[in-house]
């Protein structure tokens, strides 16, 4: 019998804030001012392109020991706090934190062993390779040692890359785990910090907007570049009944993966594969979705092959279907994009309501979908498909189901 997994714990840090409450808050009141080091932009409504404010006094707080660099200890912090949150006991003394973490481009101080794809090979969460990733070494590095003198225990810890799809992959490599029966909950999270020279690379791949980015619009010119990061705590049900976990957020329903090489454009018909792969897993029909959270970066190409695949994955429904991304407001925060969005729609079913989201200023004709632009009631059972892209050629589709409070 297959175990199924539920998510019981989050937290994630924004230019709002390091709490969701302070993201949707954020949201809700129209705040479109990105801040951040790197990224000057020349609409007056927007100073910097980013996200992570990184002179907030609650991260000051925590720089006991200046040795730290920010990346550690603002995912010490999110760590402590998805704890927390899962009402979990954080482990101590002898016991062993199992951490998986999604980065697009890590950081200059942590050096990651990524898992790297194949070319024109698909990978599905049930398939060995994927299974696999269990049985590699996990590293100590600067952040495992960080983690491990907060809690006082062991860490091991894994890190993956598949492009923008990289929180996809962790999210199903710690489902396996689950299901493998190897451990009773896995830690996922996921962050992007940017440094000079990845922004200035994106910006000469003119793939960065130098106004507020417009996602599916017929004037989609990019994304603004977005530091960001955000946790999940996984756990198994019965274990999380057993031990009385005070809420659980959603079950894992389903998840898709794939990776081709695509030279730069990505790929419609591989896009389209894993929403009908990760569909049929949930054995869910497009009907059956109360939401759908898309990609939503306002790259021109991938808006557009986003659009077409799900057209023809989900058919006439889609239509009626709601979107909401939150990108316009957080900016692109890469791997750690989808956590976020996670966060915010998965707290706001918990509450009954649909966050508010974004909306193009004027649709591409393919891309007239029923956007969120207003806080809309909702079930708490609904299911939710998560859709994520990278621009050469991965994509990452994830269902998950919410429970009742």
């Known amino acids: 019998m297959k175990t199924n997994v539920v998510i019981t714990g989050l937290s994630c840090a924004t230019a709002y804030g390091l709490d969701v409450v302070d993201m949707l808050r954020g949201i809700e009141s129209d705040r479109m001012v990105l801040r951040a080091e790197y990224g000057h932009v020349r609409e007056t409504a927007i100073t910097n392109v980013g996200i992570i404010d990184r002179e907030q006094n609650a991260l000051k707080s925590l720089r006991k020991d200046e040795r730290n660099d ?6 010490t912090y999110l760590a402590a706090r998805a704890f927390a949150d899962a009402g979990l006991a954080a482990p101590s003394g002898e016991d062993e934190l199992p951490l998986i ?6 950081n200059q101080l942590d050096y990651f062993e990524i898992f790297q794809f194949g070319k024109n090979l ?27 003198r907060h809690f006082g225990c062991s860490v091991r810890k894994f890190c993956v890359g598949m492009q923008c799809a990289s929180s996809i992959l962790a999210i199903s490599t710690a489902v396996c785990m689950i299901e493998d029966g190897r451990e009773d909950y896995v830690l996922v999270g996921a962050y992007d910090f940017f440094e000079p020279a990845t922004y200035y690379a994106l910006h000469a791949a003119g793939v960065i907007d130098a106004t507020h980015t417009d996602p599916y619009s017929v004037r989609h010119n990019g994304f603004n570049v977005a530091d960001g990061a955000g946790f999940l705590v996984l756990e198994s049900e019965e274990a999380a009944c057993k031990r009385g976990a005070k809420r659980i957020y959603a079950r894992i329903r389903a998840s898709a993966l794939a990776c081709e090489s695509t030279e730069g454009n990505p790929s419609v018909r591989r896009v389209t594969r894993v929403v009908e792969e990760c569909l049929k897993k949930a054995d869910l029909k497009p009907s059956d979705l109360g939401l759908i959270s898309p990609h939503g970066c306002g790259v021109p190409a991938i808006d557009r092959c986003e659009s077409i695949a799900l057209r023809r994955a989900l058919g006439p429904c889609v239509d009626e279907i709601p979107f909401a991304y ?28 649909w966050p508010k989201g974004c909306a193009p200023s004027e649709p591409e004709e393919v891309s007239r ?8 009631p909702c079930g708490h059972e609904e299911n939710i498909l998560k859709l994520k892209i990278g621009y050469s050629g991965a994509a990452g589709a994830l269902i998950l189901t919410g429970v009742r409070p």
């Open 70 to 75: 920010f990346c550690g200890t603002l995912l």
């Open 101 to 106: 973490l999604a980065s697009c481009y890590g």
């Open 122 to 148: 698909d990978i599905h969460t049930d398939s060995p390779a994927v299974r696999d990733l269990k049985l590699l070494r996990f590293r100590e590095d600067a952040i495992t040692l960080q983690l491990a």
């Open 326 to 353: 939150f990108t316009n407001y957080t900016g692109y925060a890469f791997a750690a994009s989808a956590f976020l969005d996670l966060a915010a729609l998965l707290t706001g079913m918990q509450s009954g309501h």
């Open 369 to 376: 979908f029923r956007f969120l632009c207003q806080p809309e």
